[in-house]
């Protein structure tokens, strides 16, 4: 809140607004529910209030069992790039996304059925090149004593080095039910998110958009304590953190 011309009880009412929409919001709406006369002092708090978010879940480790895949999520291109747009997984209107949520396997004493029980989640938006920062993604987020799970992408091939154990299954319709469950339960419901919240989204605010979307997430169960943590997560000071 530093540094910012808008008072401090706007700022309560955006971090209320924020939390009490599991979804999202857009800065437009949160305008209107301010009743405030700019945008763009709005959409540039907005944006505050998610880093703190970020900054907040990237304190913490990733632990366990973990699952780790990737998603390509659109994003909003000038109209130089529109005219220069390629198709499938290298199009500039695709961002690579690398998602990975702890599941714990769990098995019913009665029936002995089996499932996976999920915790938290992390999603960290990949630059072009995609080997190398997968290895810094599993790197500062995931514990050195966790269990990975993913497909066969030969771009996973370095995570066994930072890890206790890497796990590959071949990627197909069952792998994405069972192994892979939860990892593309999230990307899915991120996709449906930004598309029906925010529409067009530029490259360079996805992470942030992506970090208001794990932070909720991380704390669904959490009800109308999410608004007290909100506020110490925004009031805290992040200059010193390692990461």
Known sequence: MSHSNLPVRTWYLAMAFMSFSKKGLSAKELQRQLNHKYYEPIWAMMHKIREAMGNRDGRYELTDMIEFDEAYLGTETSEKEKKQLKRGKGSQKQQNVAVMAESVPLEAPETGKKSNYCRYFKMKVLPSHRST??????????????????????????????????????????????????????????????????????????????DEFCYKLNRRYFGEHLFDRLTVAVADDYRYDKR
């Open 133 to 210: 920062a997968i290895d810094k993604v599993i790197r500062e987020n995931l514990s050195e004593m966790s269990i990975v799970f993913s497909d066969k992408n030969p771009t996973y091939g370095n995570i066994s080095d930072y890890v206790e154990v890497h796990i590959t299954e071949k990627s197909d319709k069952e792998t994405t039910v069972s192994t892979l469950k939860w990892v593309h339960m999230a990307i899915s419901n991120a996709k449906r998110t930004l598309l029906g919240i925010y529409h067009k989204i530029k490259g360079k605010y996805l992470q942030n958009y992506l």
